[in-house]
């Protein structure tokens, strides 16, 4: 038997343990939920493609996408044709009702796709979205980034990632490198209370602060709560690091605004291949993408960057996550 037509045995749901019906926000996800569906990825990860097809054949994803993607929508997209379905839906709402002259309101937006499809997976610009989303949607509602709220599969990959690389989650240190006041960091700040890290330590950019929300999770969590100086000082102290965009779009914008990006980046925030090589060997880095100079393309060659590998498993993330969702939507 060759490797694509051998399979692991499928893993099956723990009883009474009920995934919450949407992936709006990890603030309600447990520990086992988490681990429900890296389960299933990691099943997903070891099976042949025709195995995979059969996971859920003729499922419908419904793609609502008011602000730009590359990464999350493609392998939303791609996930629901790896599980044997298939997906509709738009990457510019101005292509729709919602983007022109009738200004469709998102609730009647959500009731109108949700009636074609089995599940929703929604980007927008509004904070609120994607809980204005479930409270209407008559199919499970994923949240693939809203406003500066949450950001849960991003989350979800990357400890998925980082947990293949430590073996445990548990007592942890992560360096967090970027603006914690992103969708990104609230997401991230709840999966790792969820597995009751030791704590994160902040590099960010000049001026930028912990927004209150995310400290008091921490300080509910009993997470300790640092700041890093430099790149090579936040490698000294933590046992994984994870990395957003250093210079972020405005999550509130839908458009690609011409804007001029910094020429260079101040070298305190850089993690290059020397750097990595000589301080940071064997603490595995996650970058969420799009990457910048903050992690240059010469650290794809690094063994403990991890760049495209979360890239990768994306796919098959996303895709347990819409089979697990679906298996739950059935049983209630
Ligand atoms: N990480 C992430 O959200 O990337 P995209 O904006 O390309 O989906």
Redesign the pocket.
Known sequence: MTEQTMSPARPSAPAGTGLPRHAVSLASWRRGDYERVWERAEWMLGSSTETLARTAPGTLLGVLFYQ??????LSFEVAARRIGGSSVGFSDATTTRAGDFYRESLEDTVRVVGSYTDVLALRHTDDDAAERAAAVSPVPVISA?TGDRE?PT?AMLDLWVLRSKLGNLTGVTVGYVGDPACRYARSLVHGLAAFNAAGIVFLSPDGAKVPGDVQRTLARAGMTRRTAGSATELLRGVDAVTIIPFELSDFHESAVRSHSRSARLDERFVFDGALLSRTGTGVPVVH???RGPELPPETDDVPNVHYFEGVTKGVYLRAALLAELLAEHRRR
Not at 68 to 73: C, K, L, M, Y
């Open positions: 730009n993607s590359t990464r999350t929508r980034g950001h991003q969420t993408g799009p």
